[in-house]
């Protein structure tokens, strides 16, 4: 993916060119300027052949694995960029030298550079002219196919890249009926009897192995008391694996303390005398399931175990008849799925005659495996239906096929991740990184990309919302899978199928885009990107480590003293993301990384940051949430290009973990370029200063009292650009949220209030909200509302999501006709004194999702219930046993929720999780 390569370094080239003016004013000698004019000459040389260059890789690289010419002439390339890039970043590292000290220090500093500059320029010199040198030899070994292909491709690109409904769905499934109903039996059949039975589902990778057994479970877990799914990966360690699989049947675990003993007796006595199911995904040996997970559970109850595998030895575990092998789909099937995801934007999913012909041909090279289909119809969903268009596609994947040198499945994703523009290349790439099965969280992803220098802002459009509509597209083409889409349809994180992901690593290390390292000897030589997925790092070689740019930690006891010598030597790191691992102190050496973009200590156990952080002038994203660290220091303020500033202090107050302000520097108001400034620690000081941050879309404020209400107002009047904001009181009982004097902005689309609120104020308050069209979102926690405060939220017509947490003290909660018409999800937690729901016809029209957590007093279902016609899941947790009862038996409360797919009762206390099936199309889920 040299093509990636090019244009991330086109973007640096430019970024370089623009110093120019400034620097040449900035010089104070002669022969500073006239070696910078030198140099700015040849990297002026660099952006116009690469920028000639980065066309021409697009069409090329589709030929580099079938032509030994063309692949030699790519890898030479993109040595060439790498090397550009090395002289660019040690440019802009030692200009920016220049702008500390006096006079007498700068001019002695001009004439170090001056040295600098002259090597620089000979350097770049050299480079240009191989790379020139390359072109030529290119031209004389042009390959005739290649010529006929150069331009010829069409790609085409749907406009809107953010829609929901490109996402895999339920009703895409296709060929799996038979194989569910028999995996269904085996896992409900003799329930009542107190038995043991394991089923296995096997088969190749991609084969759909885990939809299959995913679309069932889901359908089934609610028929036991409890239900886990754990995704097994090829490095394992037991312990985490025995955690992962409590933490999933919701028991009780600290993770850091708890030893094996311990943990076994915990699991065995949570699940004594229950009928339970475990869902072990992807197991890769026998001595997963002999060793370590069998002797673990009690053998007096009712226990279901499925395993998902692609080795016959693992299946060879089930219970007699209970192995099931997943076959690629046949013919009928294959199309099916096929047209589904190329023409989901036609109303009946049919292929037009027109390409009737090109469709079988397509599908004879996927061999029958979802995964290829999905990423084909998927690819081929962006292009025009046409036969030009889809035939020129064609073509290419005959071409990589020729003498079967690659697997026509390998050859199909292959092909779908050629078929990428540059700039998404370098994001799926990145997500291969991230370990075996791991949940990418699009925030994370986004920050991370941005960081990297892989997005670009376009018109109309900010960066963030740039980069959101990459991953959607990678999701689009079947290249991400979601695991969960939040409340309005947004990816909230997903992952990369394993076949996808084996790929992605092979081109990452051929193309020295990155490497993984998980225990074995790996020479660090070249790489740009280190993913360190092993607690032991001793057999890192470190040769040529001064090239990478990027160190991701995935382990949470890495020796974090061991990694010194990488950090000394690889001065122009741009990301290092030290989440979850258990540091508490970072190494000096981080302090001289000028380059550093991304910062990221979430979940650690950092303590203090030194003052010598504001070195980091280059710092866009610091991310400390949730960690030991009480204030930010005072240099933290010297870093002007600060983007996001995430840092909230873990406080435990008796056995729940929340997340406090912490104390801001008074140089935050430098800080002008913000756009996350979360959990801010209120003082009348940071306020003030707080109100220079106009750029600011996400924003949180913690220990507000009624003496900040005035300096509170006067900041959010000039946050125009708002879109997130939540407000915290101080941690007493008393003290009421001032919100009569804010003055909300225009923009604001969520907002979270946490504190006691005045109830005989709250229409006035809430008149002065009627102009925010945009607010969807409002959470509310502590806010001690009643009957007669309640309704004045229902002037707030645009929320979409409202969750009341710890936050309604009344014993009647009403919904009147016409109330919050457009309200998609009412989450009610921790009523202690709710016994009844009112909900009068036309109220609540939109509501799809309604939950009522830890209301013991709510003895019925809500009155009312029937008027909500689309509403899809009803869940109610630890409210009163008398009212699961009820709910559960009565055929008169059944009727009420017969229009209700998803329906579910839980008790804790009582260990009740049982459910009757209102109506055979009622999915139930725990």
Same mark, same amino acid.
């Given at each position: ?10 973007g640096?080239?430019?970024a370089?060119?623009?110093k ?7 010089s ?5 300027a006239?070696a910078l004019?030198?140099? @700015?000459?040849?990297?002026?040389r ?35 960029s790498?090397?550009i890039e090395?002289?660019?970043?040690e440019?802009?590292?030692k ?7 006096? $006079? ?11 040295r600098i ?10 480079i240009?002219?191989?790379l020139?040198?390359?072109?030529r030899?290119?031209d004389r070994?042009?390959i ?11 790609? @085409?690109?749907r406009?809107d890249?953010?829609?929901a409904?490109?996402f ?8 799996i009926?038979?194989n569910?109903?028999?995996l269904k ?16 589902v ?16 889901k359908?089934?877990?609610?028929d036991f008391?409890?239900s ?8 394992y ?8 699989i409590?933490?999933?049947?919701c028991m009780?675990v ?22 339970f199911?475990?869902?072990?995904d992807?197991?890769?040996?026998k001595e997963?399931?002999i ?13 279901? $175990?499925?395993l998902?595998?692609?080795l ?18 046949q013919?009928?099937?294959s ?7 190329? $023409?989901?934007?036609n109303d ?8 009737s012909d090109?469709?079988p041909k ?9 995964i290829?289909?999905a990423?084909?119809?998927?690819l081929?969903s ?12 064609f ?9 079967n040198t ?7 994703l ?8 540059y700039?998404?290349?370098n ?10 099965d791991?949940e ?5 992803l986004?920050r ?10 376009k018109?109309n459009k900010?960066?963030?919302e740039?980069?959101e509509?990459?991953l959607n ?10 695991v969960m ?15 996808i992901r084996?790929i992605a690593?092979?081109?990452s290390?051929k193309e ?21 997925q ?8 470190l ?6 740019r ?5 382990k ?9 010598p990488?950090?000394s ?5 741009s990301t290092?993301?030290l989440q979850?691992?258990?540091?508490k ?6 302090f ?7 910062l ?6 950092i ?20 960690t030991?660290?009480?204030?930010i ?12 500033l995430y ?8 056995? @729940? ?7 801001m520097?008074r140089g935050i108001?430098?800080?002008t ?8 620690k ?7 200063d707080?109100?220079a941050?106009?750029e600011?879309?996400?924003f949180?404020?913690d220990?507000?009292?009624s003496?900040?209400s005035?300096?509170?107002r ?5 946050m125009?650009?708002l ?19 804010l003055?909300?902005?225009?923009s604001?689309?969520k ?26 979102q ?5 806010s ?5 405060s309640?309704?004045?939220?229902m002037?707030l017509?645009?929320?979409?999501l409202?969750t009341l947490?710890k ?7 009403c $919904?009147?006709?016409?109330s919050?018409s ?5 989450r009610?937690w921790?009523a ?10 036309d ?14 007093e709510l003895k ?5 219930l ?18 699961m009862?009820?709910?559960?038996e009565?055929?008169e ?6 229009h ?14 049982r ?6 199309g ?5």
């Amino acid at each position: 993916m040299a093509e990636a390569v090019v244009g991330v370094l086109i973007g640096k080239l430019g970024a370089a060119l623009a110093k120019e003016a400034a620097t040449y004013g900035a010089s104070l000698l002669y022969k500073d300027a006239s070696a910078l004019k030198g140099l @700015f000459g040849e990297i002026r040389r660099a952006e116009r052949e690469m920028e000639s260059m980065k066309a021409y890789l697009r069409e090329s690289e589709k030929f580099m694995d079938t032509d030994e010419t063309m692949g030699i002439f790519i890898k030479t390339i993109r040595e060439l960029s790498f090397r550009i890039e090395d002289v660019v970043d040690e440019f802009m590292y030692k200009l920016h030298g220049n702008k500390h000290g006096g $006079f007498a220090a700068r001019i002695k500093k001009k004439i170090k550079h001056v040295r600098i500059w002259r090597r620089l320029f000979r350097e770049l010199r050299d480079i240009n002219t191989e790379l020139e040198d390359t072109v030529r030899r290119r031209d004389r070994y042009v390959i005739p196919i290649m010529e006929r292909h150069t331009g010829s491709t069409h790609h @085409f690109a749907r406009e809107d890249t953010n829609q929901a409904s490109c996402f895999p769905r339920e009703e895409e499934l296709v060929g799996i009926e038979d194989n569910a109903s028999k995996l269904k039996g085996w896992l409900v059949d003799d329930l009542e009897q107190r038995n043991s039975k394991i089923t296995s589902v096997w088969g190749m990778g991609g084969v759909g192995k885990t939809t299959l057994v995913d679309h069932v479970y889901k359908s089934v877990k609610l028929d036991f008391d409890a239900s886990a799914w754990v995704t097994v990966s090829k490095s394992y360690k037991v312990e985490d694996l025995l955690k992962k699989i409590a933490t999933e049947f919701c028991m009780p675990v600290n993770s850091s303390t708890m030893n094996m003993r311990r943990l076994v007796d915990i699991i065995r006595r949570h699940l004594e005398g229950k009928r339970f199911i475990l869902v072990l995904d992807d197991v890769w040996g026998k001595e997963v399931w002999i060793n370590n997970i069998m002797p673990v559970f009690p053998a007096n109850c009712t226990r279901r $175990f499925v395993l998902t595998s692609r080795l016959s030895e693992v299946a060879s575990l089930a219970s007699s008849n209970c192995a099931m092998k997943l076959e690629p789909l046949q013919d009928q099937h294959s199309y099916m799925l096929f047209c589904k995801l190329a $023409f989901w934007d036609n109303d009946d999913k049919r292929c037009p005659s027109e390409l009737s012909d090109l469709v079988p041909k397509f599908l004879q090279k996927c061999e029958g495996l979802p995964i290829a289909i999905a990423c084909l119809g998927r690819l081929l969903s962006c292009k025009p239906p046409t036969y030009t268009e889809w035939k020129i596609l064609f073509d290419e994947l005959e071409l990589q096929s020729v003498g079967n040198t690659i697997p026509g499945v390998e050859t199909i994703l292959k092909v779908s991740l050629e078929d990428l523009p540059y700039e998404l290349k370098n994001c799926f790439l990145h997500c291969a990184l991230f370990p075996e099965d791991y949940e990418l969280k699009r925030r994370r992803l986004i920050r991370h990309w941005i960081t990297s220098g892989f997005i670009k802002k376009k018109e109309n459009k900010t960066i963030e919302e740039v980069a959101e509509g990459y991953l959607n597209d990678l999701v689009n083409r079947s290249l991400l899978q979601v695991v969960m889409n939040n409340e309005f349809g947004r990816v909230k994180c997903c992952r990369m199928h394993d076949v996808i992901r084996h790929i992605a690593i092979e081109k990452s290390e051929k193309e020295c885009f990155g490497n993984v390292y998980e225990g074995k000897t790996l020479l660090v030589h070249r790489t740009r990107r280190l993913s360190i997925q092993s607690n032991n790092i001793e057999l890192l070689n470190l040769s040529g480590a001064s090239q990478l740019r990027q160190i991701h930690v995935f382990k949470r006891f890495v020796d974090i003293d061991r990694l010194t010598p990488i950090l000394s030597s690889s001065i122009l790191l741009s990301t290092l993301d030290l989440q979850g691992t258990e540091i508490k102190v970072l190494p000096n050496e981080i302090f001289s990384l000028f380059n550093l973009r991304f910062l990221g200590l979430r979940n650690t156990k950092i303590e203090v940051l030194p003052e010598a952080i504001g070195r980091l002038a280059n710092l866009e994203v610091l991310d400390t949430w949730f960690t030991c660290l009480l204030s930010i220091p005072n240099d933290v303020a010297k870093l002007i290009k600060l983007r996001y500033l995430y840092a909230t202090v873990k406080v435990t107050e008796g056995s @729940f973990s929340r997340n406090r302000g912490v104390k801001m520097p008074r140089g935050i108001k430098n800080l002008t370029g913000l756009h996350a400034l979360q959990n801010v620690k209120a003082t009348s000081e940071t306020l003030c200063d707080v109100a220079a941050l106009t750029e600011l879309r996400t924003f949180s404020v913690d220990d507000v009292t009624s003496e900040h209400s005035l300096i509170l107002r006067n900041a959010l009047l000039k946050m125009s650009n708002l879109v997130s904001l939540s407000i915290t009181s101080m941690s007493n009982a008393n003290e009421v949220l001032p919100l009569e004097e804010l003055c909300l902005p225009e923009s604001l689309c969520k907002l979270g209030l946490t504190g006691k609120l005045k109830q005989n104020r709250m229409p006035h308050i809430l008149s002065s909200w009627l102009h925010l069209n945009n607010l969807t979102q409002l959470y509310l926690m502590s806010s001690k509302l009643d009957e007669k405060s309640f309704p004045t939220l229902m002037v707030l017509h645009s929320l979409c999501l409202i969750t009341l947490d710890k936050a309604y003290d009344g014993q009647t909660l009403c $919904f009147p006709s016409q109330s919050f018409s457009r309200l998609k999800e009412l989450r009610v937690w921790c009523a202690p004194w709710l016994n009844r729901v009112d909900i009068e016809e036309d109220a609540l029209g939109s509501l799809a999702k309604l939950w009522f957590v830890e209301c013991p007093e709510l003895k019925r279902l809500p009155y009312g219930l029937k008027y909500l016609t689309i509403l899809d899941e009803l869940h109610l947790v630890n409210t009163a046993v008398e009212f699961m009862e009820l709910a559960n038996e009565c055929e008169e409360e059944l009727m009420k929720i017969s229009h209700i797919r998803k329906f579910t009762i839980i008790s804790n206390e009582k260990n009740f999780r049982r459910r009757s099936v209102p109506s055979e199309g009622n999915e139930f889920a725990a």
